[in-house]
């Protein structure tokens, strides 16, 4: 990682993961700015971003390094939650995350970061093992990707936590967040039944999703859905006939005819097949349907040294599912 003397801002979220990043670029040579970015929070429901921010600022006193607050709830609010909701009201399922690392992680931050002069930015996001999240990655551009740095991106989380501990952070024993990006606390359930209501079932299920039975005995999954008459459609099993996925917004980090596996939800499973056009052959049955709304995202089966790997191959690229 030659970055001395490199100005970089790195995204300080008020978790390990970009403390990490931070103490790791400051220890390499470069000149480390902590940014914390303000999204927009749900009004009236319990949210610690304010928590998250003092934690943010706490890492970045013990780095001694200047910390800033990006306010970017302006278009977190337009470029994820307008986008979240829209989807869900027309039955679809949609991806908040992508749009957050594209618009707001790899979009506001990076832009702002560069005005003020920054030659790069850093993120705590993982590009391999368990926690691998370079599906959250695929629609971000590849000119951004080449100006970014990911420190911890090829550690697990034992190695981080001790090098958190190494470094003397605070957020050192700090449990992971977890749910969707902006809701900190809140549950996605609790936010959509908040903005549109409970009484339609079908907009608030996805497709694929496992629902147990009251008394935990039984497994189901959701395999259609009728907003107009708020139904939902249940079976025992959500493995799909389908022989093609199609799709819309396709990004690509390198060349399509690479693709040998996609990915349609985060952390399930691998399909092999390739891609024509805006659409991707599967060459296996599918062990799950495509969800419309979600990414499917694309990998080779070599890694690089650059852009965004995975423990199966080199992320590719993606796009959004049609069907």
Not at 60 to 71: E, G, K, N, V
Not at 153 to 161: A, C, D, L, P, V
Not at 224 to 245: H, L, P, Q, Y
Request: charged share 25%; hydrophobic share 35%; aromatic share 10%.
């Amino acid at each position: 990682m030659n970055v001395k003397d490199k100005k970089i801002f790195v995204g300080l979220s008020g978790g390990v993961d970009s403390a990490v990043s931070a103490a790791l670029l400051k220890k390499a040579g470069a000149d480390v700015t902590g940014v914390f970015i303000k999204g927009w929070y749900p009004p009236g429901m319990l949210c610690t971003w304010a928590t998250e921010r003092r934690d943010a600022m706490r890492v970045a006193a013990r780095l001694q390094i200047p910390f800033r607050t990006l306010d970017a709830s302006a278009e977190y609010k337009k470029s994820v939650i307008d986008y979240l909701l829209a989807e869900y009201r027309a039955g679809r399922t949609p991806n908040p995350d992508v749009m957050c690392n594209r618009d707001i992680k790899f979009g506001v931050f990076y832009r702002y970061a560069l005005s003020e002069g920054a030659d790069a930015i850093a993120t705590g996001h993982y590009r391999k093992g368990e926690k691998n999240q370079s599906y959250f990655l695929w629609a971000v551009p590849r000119e951004i990707l080449s100006k970014t740095f990911f420190p911890v991106g090829e550690m697990e989380k034992g190695e981080i936590r001790k090098l958190a501990k190494k470094f003397n952070l605070p957020v050192s024993e700090k449990k992971d967040s977890q749910g969707i990006c902006f809701l900190g606390a809140v549950s996605a359930k609790e936010f959509l039944i908040k903005e549109l209501g409970s009484d339609n079932p079908a907009l608030i299920y996805t497709l694929g999703q496992k629902i147990s039975s009251p008394n935990g005995s039984e497994r189901h999954y959701v395999i259609g859905k009728d907003i107009e008459n708020k139904k939902v459609i249940f079976s025992k099993t959500r493995v799909s006939s389908a022989r093609e996925i199609s799709f819309t917004d396709a990004n690509w980090l390198d060349d399509p005819r690479l693709i040998t596996k996609a990915q349609c939800r985060y952390r399930g499973p691998y399909t092999r097949g390739r891609v024509e056009n805006d659409r991707f052959i599967v060459s296996e049955p599918l062990a799950e349907i495509p969800t419309p709304g979600q990414s499917i995202v694309f990998y080779s089966p070599r890694l690089s040294s650059g852009g965004a790997g995975n423990d199966s191959g080199e992320l590719i690229g993606g796009g959004i599912i049609n069907a």
